[in-house]
């Protein structure tokens, strides 16, 4: 298919793409297996977060681990059901507007889990580092904002990664070698110039990884220094305490991906293994969270225990009625 952009470029878009997938990895449907039972957990305990905290927990911190939670659900959905079509339909075609809005998704609510981990390192901040204003400078509103502010600039940032990769013509291979319309291998399919994609690549790596890693490093910083003032070790513990789940989602979340990109610039990477690891990058934060993060708070767990034991009297109670 061909459209023209001007009367002496024209951009040549195959009809589609071809993703391989797993399909050189051997024993493959096992992992496929594995998937599907990551994405069930996923849903089931995001699912279970986002309705606790719908019910009775609207408070700021709790805004963003809802936002977070939608993150991980959408993330999730985005790219494993996918995969799992793959898999029992033996199909690895999609369409060329798929391709895009696949792309567009994954990335945009795996960007959305960077940016919301930032909201929460600077909810720590602000509670830890200066905890007499916690509550008159993290309000709903103002959290409400700056959950605002990273939807639309990270969706205004993909639509323009996608956007660019609408220039590019196919015009020699389509089989793309990811597990999904990834934005690298994708646009080196490009018969023409694709320097302004490998512009835009590295800009989003240095947007969404490396500059809320930093973010986040200097608010822990701002922390430590806050802790060490406490005089008290029981103090200091109770109050880091607070921020165990965060560090420990941080890390889920940016080592693989860190660890990726730094390997993949220094040495050479089996394409299996790249394969695997970012595939697993994508699809294990999004379970890991909820348990990590929403069902190990103690306002949640107190909450959910209160909604079991409301609804068991309810039930006892209609059960006596009868």
């Known amino acids: 298919m061909m459209s023209k952009n001007s009367s002496s470029n024209v951009t040549v878009r195959s009809g589609f793409f071809f993703i391989s997938g797993f399909s050189n990895i051997p024993h493959s449907n096992y992992y496929h297996i594995f998937l599907s039972f990551v994405y069930v957990v996923t849903m089931l305990g995001n699912s279970f977060g986002m309705i606790i905290i719908y019910r009775g927990l609207h408070t700021p911190k709790y805004m963003a681990i809802f936002n977070l939670a939608i993150a991980d659900v959408c993330q999730s959905t985005a790219l494993i059901p996918n995969l799992i079509k793959t898999f029992l339909f033996d199909s690895q075609e999609i369409t060329y507007e798929a391709c895009l809005a696949n792309l567009f998704f994954v990335f945009f609510f795996s960007c959305m889990q960077s940016t919301t981990l930032v909201i929460l390192a600077y909810d720590r901040f602000v509670a830890i580092c200066f905890p007499l204003r916690y509550h008159a400078v993290v309000t709903n509103i103002s959290m409400g904002v700056l959950i605002t502010v990273t939807w639309t600039f990270n969706s205004a940032v993909m639509s323009f990664t996608v956007g660019l990769i609408t220039r590019l013509s196919f015009c020699e291979s389509t089989v793309i070698d990811s ?51 406490i005089t008290s070790w ?11 789940s965060h560090l420990t989602l941080v890390s889920i979340f940016y080592i693989p991906v860190v660890g990726t990109y730094i390997t993949a610039l220094t040495v050479s990477i089996h394409r299996n293994a790249r394969i695997i690891n970012t595939s697993l990058s994508y699809s294990l934060p999004p379970m890991i969270n ?16 209160k909604i079991f034991r409301s609804t068991r009297c309810n039930r006892i109670a209609t059960a006596l009625e009868k």
């Open 179 to 229: 597990f999904f319309c990834d934005h690298g291998p994708l646009y080196r399919l490009a018969c023409n110039d694709y320097s302004l994609n490998i512009m835009m690549a590295y800009f989003n790596i240095a947007t969404f990884i490396f500059l809320p890693l930093t973010l986040i490093g200097l608010s822990y910083i701002c922390i430590l220094v806050a802790l060490f003032k």
């Open 290 to 305: 909820p348990i990590v993060y929403s069902l190990n708070t103690a306002d949640i767990k107190e909450f959910a225990k």
């Open 234 to 244: 029981e103090g200091r513990l109770k109050a880091f305490k607070t921020c165990f």
